[in-house]
């Protein structure tokens, strides 16, 4: 099988690529002419220079594939150019299913989030279960720029489906392990965490999924998934000051034991965004919408996943260990 893969030179991305290799696969990835390459070292794959946004530079690249996982994302929690993010997500993946349907690829692999399933304050829907596929939600529900544009890019590869493709969309939670070269928002909570730049938390809960594991499942949505359908690829519901714990229990230092009110890290936020980001054109730590997020706790059940890919749900231990052992590794710390 020949699987083009984009976003390989990312975190998840290059989880996916090399479950893939190790599965026997090869492989053809999308590389932006200035992407960090640190990912790919080691991986024995054909390299396509293009990106998301020059729909020309990529369709050419698909030509012979029978597979596509679209795994590239436009990541980050503050933008000081929204429209830029929409053209990525949104934009890219409907050029890119284009590209794709020209080409004659069988099936594709559309990597969305669970920031797309409907949450409510709390840990639980108001139906009293944890969100899932079916959870209601619409684009007013979605809080910042970069869920509404992956809310709005899942919408586009599920038209596609219903139109005829064969598209399948996984729902990764929260992946932590190795190999976040940015990185991520989660990534930092770690090093922040490893740096002692956690003096208090917020009360706040996510779903953190092992990034190989959840790789895999990319790969058993691909052979078992229903086109058209969405599965959360989930791990351990934690709240944040879990999470805190989990990483002082492995590294020794100490975890903190203040918590915030909502309104002091909304403040927090409201001058991080300002200061930081728009006066001096740098990502802020704390912004707004990152603050309002967390008033719902992301909280999720991977039965359905469970139930038609086959996919286990395995503690997140390893995976954090292994976090903190490759930020320290590679001097982030």
Not at 174 to 186: H, R, V
Request: glycine residues 8%.
């Amino acid at each position: 099988m020949l699987a083009f893969v984009t976003g390989a030179t990312g975190f998840l991305g290059s989880h996916v690529a090399r479950v893939l290799a190790e599965q026997g696969a090869e492989l053809r990835l999308l590389v932006r002419p200035n992407s960090n390459l640190r990912n790919l070292e080691g991986l024995n794959a054909d390299r396509v220079i293009g990106d998301l946004r020059d729909p020309a530079s990529i369709e050419k690249s698909l030509s012979g594939c029978h597979a596509l996982f679209h795994v590239a994302a436009d990541y980050r929690l503050w933008v000081r150019d929204p429209d830029e993010m929409y053209r990525a997500n949104v934009e890219g993946t409907r050029s890119l299913l284009e590209a794709a349907r020209k080409q004659g690829v069988r099936r594709i692999v559309y990597t969305s989030s669970v920031a797309t399933m409907g949450f409510t304050s709390g840990s639980k829907t108001k139906s009293g279960s944890l969100a899932d596929e079916s959870s209601p939600v619409s684009l007013a529900d979605m809080i910042g720029h970069y869920k509404r544009s992956k809310f709005m890019a899942e919408q586009v590869a599920v038209k596609a489906a219903r139109s005829g493709a064969d598209v399948v969309v996984v729902n990764p939670t929260t992946p932590i392990g190795e190999c976040d070269i940015k990185p991520t928002p989660t990534g930092r909570i770690v090093v922040d965490f490893l740096k002692r730049k956690f003096p208090a938390y917020v009360e706040t809960g996510l779903n953190l999924v092992d990034a190989t594991e959840c790789a895999r499942g990319h790969i058993q949505a691909l052979e078992k998934g229903r086109s058209g359908e969405r599965y959360i690829l989930g791990g351990e519901n934690l709240t944040l000051k879990q999470i805190l714990d989990r990483l002082a229990a492995i590294t020794g230092l100490p975890s903190p034991s203040v918590k915030l009110p909502y309104f002091f890290a909304l403040a927090t936020g409201v001058v991080d965004e300002m200061v930081t980001g728009r006066l001096l054109g740098r990502e802020p730590r704390a912004t707004i919408d990152a603050v309002r997020m967390g008033r719902k706790m992301m909280f999720v059940s991977s039965a359905k996943a469970e139930r038609e890919l086959g996919w286990r749900t395995v503690p997140v231990e390893g995976a954090l260990r292994r976090s903190v052992e490759w930020f320290r590794a590679n001097r982030y710390v």
